[in-house]
């Protein structure tokens, strides 16, 4: 809920957002080869880049904002229909952001020229290298398992908060339908086929999905999710409502607690948190319903990372 909301207002706190995501200094520490962030790391650069603007969120809507866009990152990662699909997921993205700063040169500008990077740093890859980067970033989200009414809704979640894989539909491209075995002799001829049913649905792609800063990516996950309004809410599964693993990562001491910090420092140097200036006052972004319901969750809010239940409207 956002008091004096304008579209103006909304297109302000875009460019600021955006200008500061896509900082040339923050994107240089972002392409340097690295191991992948701790999920500390991850939540206060997500903080800084949320606080980008004048608009303001406090812990408690922090907490629903970050739940809902791990889980969605999870999902498009989850259900790429090969590895290399990742990179049409974050080009979706890219697509989306442009979109709302396509009247901005300077600032579309600075989303192609990480567009760029990311072509020429990631397309010359090999399947097997794009599988590691995949298998990488589940096993940073394998213990978040927070269910989200469109996935649950659309069939595509569990009510445990685990995703579901389909069985039907294109399969990725490159690959064939299956239903057939072939054999082949030691000379590497053909000597026999067994064609067998499958449970699935399955029909072979028309086209693979374009890797150009222009063009059709085909592929839909890394788009809006909310091009049909409707309410959101996710709720903690009740196999993840144990926060013994969030404790434990706060409690053990970290070797390179040091070398995180110079790392954080490095990163955050390009992303200044712009306070309002003259007779400004900023704007508070509420995810939930009334501020009753936030004041009631930034009490109830533990120590560790929060994960309990998260209400957000999509229309709001």
């Known amino acids: 809920r956002v008091d004096e909301w304008t579209d103006v207002d909304r297109k302000r706190v875009m460019n600021d ?143 445990n908060g685990h995703f579901v894989l389909p069985i039907s539909g294109p399969v990725p491209w490159g690959t064939e339908v299956p239903g057939l075995i072939r054999m082949f002799n030691r000379s590497g001829d053909e000597v026999k086929r067994t064609e067998f049913t499958t449970d699935g649905n399955y029909v072979t792609p028309q086209r693979e999905g374009s890797f150009d800063l222009y063009g059709d990516r085909v592929l839909k996950l890394g788009t809006n999710m909310y091009s049909v309004s409707r309410p959101v809410e996710t709720h903690m599964s009740g196999s993840s409502k144990n926060l013994a693993s969030h404790a434990k990562e706060n409690i053990t001491p970290n070797p390179l607690a040091k070398e995180e910090l110079n790392f954080l420092a490095r990163l955050l140097g390009g992303l200044e948190v712009k306070k309002p200036g003259g007779s400004e006052t900023g704007f508070r972004l509420n995810l939930f319903t009334t501020d009753e319901e936030e004041e009631h969750a930034a009490l109830t809010r533990p120590e560790e990372l929060s994960y309990k239940v998260i209400n957000i409207e999509a229309t709001q």
């Open 17 to 159: 957002i955006i200008t500061t995501m896509f900082n040339k200094k923050f994107m240089e520490e972002l392409f340097k080869p690295q191991e992948l962030y701790s999920k500390k790391a991850l939540r206060t650069v997500y903080d800084r880049l949320a606080h980008a603007s004048i608009m303001r969120l406090n812990q408690a809507s922090m907490d629903k904002l970050y739940d809902l866009m791990t889980m969605a990152f999870k999902y498009q990662v989850l259900l790429c229909p090969r590895p290399k699909d990742i990179l049409l997921v974050t080009f979706n993205h890219l697509d989306a952001i442009k979109d709302f700063v396509r009247d901005s040169p300077g600032i579309l500008n600075q989303v192609d020229e990480t567009f760029r990077q990311l072509i020429e740093t990631y397309s010359c890859l090999s399947a097997g290298e794009f599988q590691l980067i995949r298998q990488t970033l589940l096993i940073f989200f394998q213990d978040m398992h927070i269910r989200v009414s469109i996935f649950l809704k659309d069939k595509v979640q569990n009510s």
